[in-house]
């Protein structure tokens, strides 16, 4: 399967302050998201990228498929960011599933 | 539109039990996707349904079997159910099979006791 690493494991922030989360990956991919856990256990979709880089609001993504990585900017950051940030993948060998990141637990302190 | 809808919320089972979680995709799409979510082993693949046949299939013991409806709701089931079963059960829908986006249903928390 594909191993994926997300780092930091955890990020202790203060309100209004911006954060980057990194998401490596071992072998080529064809879809790469990212999701927000909410407290109720929910995974919230913020970005389908396999490749480029996108913005919504404060937050943006870049993925580089070619150097596996793909990168999650959270500017001015709020409390209501608090969460586990999951990255995840998938390629066509592998159908629909996806291979998920052990997560970011995000922390964020008014 | 809808969400995925996924029922019930919440569950209480005794060791030994089965159980059926049931899965409803948005309208329009096909595939439906399983996960286990467990602290100690993070989102794990369970199985992958399109257009009622198992596609894919996790690293999990046969008492965790699945199926999927001609109107794409899926099913999952539980066999004799043991303590390491208490999980977040987390079910995707996709409009394709592949390289689209997925989204997920709140999650059936299970508790075996």
């Known amino acids: 399967g594909i191993q994926v690493e997300q780092s930091p494991p955890d990020l202790i922030l203060q309100e209004g302050a911006n954060s980057t989360l990194r998401c490596n990956f071992s072998?080529?991919?064809?879809?790469l998201q990212w999701f927000h856990q909410n407290p109720w256990g929910q995974l919230i979709n913020l970005f389908y990228i396999p490749s480029g880089t996108k913005q919504n609001g404060r937050l943006s993504a870049t993925t580089v498929a070619t150097e596996r990585y793909s990168l999650l900017y959270i500017s001015s950051s709020q409390t209501t960011d608090s969460g586990v940030y999951f990255c995840a993948v998938g390629r066509g060998s592998t159908l629909g599933r996806l291979y998920f990141g052990r997560g970011t637990q995000l922390t964020v302190w008014p | 539109k809808a969400g995925v809808t996924q029922t019930p919320r919440y569950l209480i089972k005794t060791r030994g039990q089965q159980v059926t979680l049931s899965c409803s995709p948005i309208s329009g799409h096909r595939s439906v996707s399983w996960y286990q979510q467990t602290p100690g082993q993070g989102l794990q693949f369970l199985f992958e349904?399109?257009?009622?046949?198992?596609?894919n299939k996790g690293n999990f013991p046969g008492r965790f079997s699945g199926r999927q409806f001609s109107n794409s709701r899926s099913e999952m089931n539980v066999s004799t159910l043991e303590l390491g079963d208490s999980a977040l059960y987390l079910c995707?829908?996709?409009?394709?099979?592949?390289?689209?986006?997925?989204?997920f249903g709140q999650g059936t928390r299970l508790t075996v006791v």
């Open positions: 072998d080529s991919v064809n879809n």
């Open positions: 995707a829908s996709r409009q394709l099979q592949e390289n689209t986006e997925a989204f």
């Open positions: 349904y399109f257009s009622e046949t198992q596609r």
